[in-house]
């Protein structure tokens, strides 16, 4: 290893023209070659907007291969989980409500994964169409988890048709991955087909938003390339989604990652699921920063504590920005962030310090942050003060169904507001759905 290069913590964030320079030191830039590290144990950690009542498959001790069916809602057999690798079922527990508290596989031997039967819907898409025989792959693989469904952020109903996809190429995250690396070898084609698939699907545009630089793939019917900046929250789902094709409850627009796109495309061609995921392994408390890829819900712990630097430290799965504390990947996310001690301790915010500072304390309203948090998109103060006090018709009227929480987490951070804002829009969202 060269010597160690930090990109240095800043006390104010950077403004750009549209978004926010997010500082965050991490040693020796991201590699762009990836490791591949299979842990001993996989955990199932599913977002709470998933609302899963969970029926098991499969039972305590079951050995499962990967890509075999585990789980499924009871309410909506169309949302399958499968089993992210092939071992041994050590954990399965249900609470309260028929919610996974927890499953953990073991990983066993390396076996072949399970094979889907493709071939149908590869003839419907050949024929021309893509409608029954798809969807019940997607379905059946457990790819349909994979969308989310604007407004609301939901898993999509079995029969719905989105009114547009966006498929998100790029991540402005700090210390995100360059999605452009999992393009490489066969899935070039299979991001193809993946694409092609989404557009049988859809009832309008399929948007693929990527960054700067040649295309990702060549131009096809039905495609739109959209591009992405480099700020801080340019690569998420929502502001792009508001910019091009704003949803709305009756017009619901679909997002998913160009990984996942590359995973349909796989199916489709092979009839099985990719084994691994590329996710970035980065943050002030490691000692070397890693491409790695790992196992969808990869134990975290396992991926870090050879790398770790001495002391106290804390994982999240996700960003700085966004991320949450785990031991296990999420089941969306493709980078974990490691704190040190010095980080994760409470730190006075930005904002406070300049409140107490200075010499005639007065109310401050970061107004030129907030709107940089926001893409420079929509009108932010007003957006704000809607959430805050609970008027959802005048945050659905600037935007906020096309937003999900983690489109409002660049918003808390440059605001250390309390309540979340996060929380206030899944609160306004929760309202707004109940109320249709």
């Given amino acids: ?72 809602d009871r309410r909506r057999p169309e949302c399958i989980v499968t089993a992210p690798v092939s071992g041994r079922i050590t954990e399965l527990e249900i609470g309260a409500g028929r919610r996974l508290t927890s499953l953990v596989v073991a990983t066993g031997d390396r076996r072949e994964p399970h094979i889907h039967d493709a071939q149908q819907a590869r003839d419907e898409m050949a024929g021309g169409s893509g409608s029954d025989a798809l969807r019940a792959l997607l379905q059946g693989a457990g790819l349909w988890m994979r969308f989310r469904s604007r407004p609301f952020g939901r898993v999509p109903a079995a029969v719905a048709r989105p009114a547009a996809v966006f498929v998100m190429g790029a991540d402005t995250r700090p ?13 070039g084609d299979w991001v193809t087909l993946g694409l092609t698939a989404l557009v049988r699907l859809c009832s309008g545009p399929v948007h693929l938003c990527q960054n700067s630089g040649p295309d990702i793939v060549p131009s096809m019917a039905g495609v739109t390339v959209s591009r992405v900046g480099d700020l801080h929250p340019s ?11 704003p949803a709305e409850p009756d017009r619901p627009v679909w997002d998913i990652s160009i990984e996942d796109v590359v995973a349909i495309g796989e199916l489709l061609a092979t009839g099985s699921l990719p084994a691994t995921r590329l996710v970035s392994v980065a943050g002030p408390g490691l000692r070397e920063t890693r491409l790695v ?41 493709r980078q974990v962030t490691v704190l040190d001690s010095s980080n994760s301790r409470p730190q006075q915010h930005w904002l406070d310090a300049a409140l107490r500072r200075a010499s005639r304390p007065e109310p401050i309203i970061a107004t030129a942050a907030v709107e940089q948090a926001l893409g420079g998109l929509m009108p932010g103060m007003a957006l704000l003060r809607a959430l805050s006090v609970g008027d959802d018709e005048a945050a659905q009227e600037l935007g906020a169904l096309s ?27 929760d309202r707004i759905e109940a109320n249709r």
């Avoid at 800043?10 to 403004?15: D, E, K, P, S, W």
């Avoid at 210390?175 to 899935?187: I, K, S, T, Y």
């Avoid at 196992?295 to 790398?307: F, I, N, S, T, V």
């Fill in 235 to 245: 690569g998420l789902a929502g502001f792009q989604i508001y910019r091009h094709y």
């Fill in 1 to 72: 290893m060269g010597p160690e290069v930090f990109r240095e913590d800043c006390a104010i964030l950077g403004l750009g023209k549209r978004g926010l320079t997010v500082p965050i030191r991490t040693p020796h830039p991201l590699p762009t070659t990836p490791e591949t590290h299979i842990t001993a144990e996989a955990g199932l950690s599913l977002g709470p907007q998933m609302d899963l009542r969970v029926e098991p498959l499969v039972q305590l001790d079951d050995m499962v291969i990967q890509g075999q069916p585990i789980l499924r």
């Fill in 403 to 429: 937003l999900l929480e983690e489109d409002m987490a660049l918003v808390d951070y440059v605001t250390a507001a309390s309540p979340r804002f996060s929380d206030l829009l899944r609160a306004s969202l």
């Fill in 175 to 187: 210390l995100a991955v360059d999605l452009r690396l999992v393009l490489d070898g066969e899935a």
């Fill in 293 to 333: 890829r790992c196992q969808p819900g990869a134990d975290l712990r396992e991926l870090c504590y050879k790398h770790s630097k001495p002391g106290q430290t804390v994982v999240l799965s996700g960003s700085v920005i966004d991320g949450t504390p785990s031991r296990w990947l999420g089941y969306h996310d």
